[in-house]
T-cell receptor, first 115, second 113 residues
Framework: SAVISQKPSRDICQRGTSLTIQCQVDSQVTMMFWYRQQPGQSLTLIATANQGSEATYESGFVIDKFPISRPNLTFSTLTVSNMSPEDSSIYLC????????????FGQGTRLTVV | QKEVEQNSGPLSVPEGAIASLNCTYS??????FFWYRQYSGKSPELIMS????GDKEDGRFTAQLNKASQYVSLLIRDSQPSDSATYLC?????????????FGKGTLLTVNP
């Protein structure tokens, strides 16, 4: 498994502002993933972050709204830009490890409320 | 659109009973399947992974996979109140998407003392 530290754990933000979420892993990993979990819903993949290349975004998510950085193999950030109340959600960082490189582990999550 | 379907529940069982959680998936070539437990307000925690047809047991948990029926299940024996949580089924993609996980919406399990 991997130990993933994510911060902040929660925040309340004004609409129109931006929030940057940080994710630190205790070992080097090739891919890091950012998910969103809206209230009462399951996890939706926002993007995949590879070190040294631009993030790959899923349908419905764009770089201008969710810019991602991946400066090295243990760290990534996700920014939620120009926030609106619809962005209120839990944002989760994830990495894949294991002998078959398939088992995904999650950070503690960031609970974001936009007012 | 690849889908993972779960009964949202809630599923309520008495303490000591067997809880049975079910999941179906649409991508016939998927090879890797996972069960996550998520307590309210917490992040998902991996509890079982299964890659081959049949049963895989780990303590009180048994995962069952039937690729022909595109069906995955999780059995929890001797259910405890501490098992009360939402259980998420996840399926790993295939081909060019083989690094992605698709999650079901989860089944809320309540174990009554």
């Amino acid at each position: 498994s991997a130990v993933i530290s994510q911060k902040p754990s929660r925040d309340i933000c004004q609409r129109g502002t931006s929030l940057t979420i940080q994710c630190q892993v205790d070992s080097q990993v090739t891919m890091m993933f950012w998910y969103r979990q809206q209230p009462g819903q399951s996890l939706t993949l926002i993007a995949t972050a590879n070190q040294g290349s631009e993030a790959t975004y899923e349908s419905g998510f764009v770089i201008d709204k969710f810019p991602i950085s991946r400066p090295n193999l243990t760290f990534s950030t996700l920014t939620v830009s120009n926030m609106s109340p619809e962005d209120s959600s839990i944002y989760l960082c994830s990495v894949v490890t294991g002998t078959m490189d398939t088992e995904a582990f999650f950070g503690q999550g960031t609970r974001l409320t936009v007012v | 659109q690849k889908e993972v379907e779960q009964n949202s529940g809630p599923l309520s069982v008495p303490e000591g009973a067997i809880a049975s959680l079910n999941c179906t998936y649409s991508d016939r070539v998927s090879q890797s399947f996972f069960w996550y437990r998520q307590y309210s307000g917490k992040s998902p925690e991996l509890i079982m992974s299964i890659y081959s047809n049949g049963d895989k047991e780990d303590g009180r948990f048994t995962a069952q996979l039937n690729k022909a029926s595109q069906y995955v299940s999780l059995l929890i024996r001797d259910s405890q109140p501490s098992d009360s949580a939402t259980y998420l089924c996840a399926v790993k993609g295939s081909g060019g998407s083989n690094y992605k996980l698709t999650f079901g919406k989860g089944t809320l399990l309540t174990v009554n003392p």
